[in-house]
């Protein structure tokens, strides 16, 4: 990968309208991460959580889990420090997407019937962050700064 390619992956427009965005789901895919990965915040962990995504029809359901899982809250991380926040947010909205198909799409719109809602508004922040880059408070762009 040259220095263009790199520079253009961390550029961002020059906002700090992207740090509360960043920030919130950020900490919401971290959280939704750690309880599929590792049970905390009441989560059920890997196996609980691989067994319940089973039971749907998700298969091989331990491995989907490890996957939707480190992608939520390492993806979480990233936004939260402000690194590699375009390529992060495609995962992270891919995986929402995936879990708004696969879970929510049939319970319809609200989340009070486990519809899809809260998974469409994390896809929206995150196709936001995809299209406007981490901003000024973020490590891509002390990074891109110093590319300059």
Do not use: C
Not at 26 to 55: D, N, P, V
Not at 103 to 129: C, K, P, T, W
């Amino acid at each position: 990968m040259n220095i263009a390619t790199i520079k253009q992956l961390l550029s961002s427009n020059d906002t700090s309208a992207t740090l509360p965005l960043r920030l919130i789901a950020g900490i919401i895919f971290f959280a939704h991460g750690a309880q599929k990965l590792f049970a905390w915040f009441g989560g059920y962990g890997l196996e609980g959580t691989g067994q319940w995504m089973e039971s749907i029809g998700l298969a091989p359901g331990y491995l989907l889990t490890l996957l939707a899982g480190s992608a939520e809250f390492f993806g979480g991380i990233l936004l939260i420090i402000g690194l590699l926040v375009r390529p992060a947010s495609l995962v992270l909205a891919f995986t929402m997407i995936v879990a708004i198909f696969s879970v929510h799409i049939d319970n319809g719109l609200f989340m009070s019937n486990n519809g899809y809602e809260f998974g469409l508004a994390l896809v929206a922040i995150s196709v936001a962050l995809m299209l406007q880059g981490a901003g000024r408070y973020s490590v891509d762009n002390i990074i891109a700064n110093k590319l300059k």
